[in-house]
């Protein structure tokens, strides 16, 4: 798959943020292409999310999946296999780390990752708190919507990504 950049990141959110009409589409869209990605945010695993946070993950993840779409490559549909293997594999690399503060523990994703702007896209959005102060998501939160997020942006983009296409 290609390098999906930043500004195809930008691109995917602007065209969301569009319309309300323009949302709705995405959803239908991916609903077509990726039901198992789609439902798997509708899983019980997610009940323990804030609802907030789970509107945001959806967001976010409909971000990821356009941006992908605008790459202009065809995605095969995810299988819920690969993308529980995903899941486990990043929750083992996690496990692994021994650092305490939230980007110091992500740091063992970027090593070598081929989608790195979409990494620091999720790192980013999950750090970002709202004007008001309050934040977006719980601490307790972030690291697993971070892993939810890695996970399927490591089915979407498989790992064979050429930087600079």
């Not at 239908?28 to 789970?54: A, G, I």
């Not at 993840?61 to 202009?72: E, H, N, Q, R, Y």
């Not at 709202?130 to 307790?140: D, F, H, R, S, Y």
Request: hydrophobic share 40%.
């Amino acid at each position: 798959m290609k390098f999906i950049s930043e500004r195809l990141i930008e691109q995917a959110a602007e065209l969301l943020d569009v319309s309300d009409e323009s949302y709705e589409q995405t959803v239908e869209d991916m609903e077509k292409e990726q039901p198992v990605l789609l439902s798997y945010f509708f899983t019980e695993n997610f009940e323990v999310f804030t609802q907030s946070e789970k509107e945001y993950l959806f967001y976010l993840m409909l971000v990821i999946w356009k941006a992908t779409g605008l790459s202009g490559e065809s995605i095969p549909a995810i299988t819920e296999q690969q993308l529980s293997q995903a899941e486990d594999d990043n929750w083992e690399k996690l496990q692994g780390v021994k650092g305490k503060g939230f980007h110091e523990r992500l740091n063992v994703f970027f090593d070598k990752y081929p989608q790195e702007d979409l990494l620091a896209f999720v790192e980013d959005a999950l750090a970002e708190e709202e004007e008001e102060g309050a934040p977006l998501v719980t601490k307790e939160g972030r690291e697993a919507l971070f892993i939810s997020l890695k996970s399927a942006i490591d089915c979407l983009a498989g790992s064979k990504v050429v930087k600079g296409q």
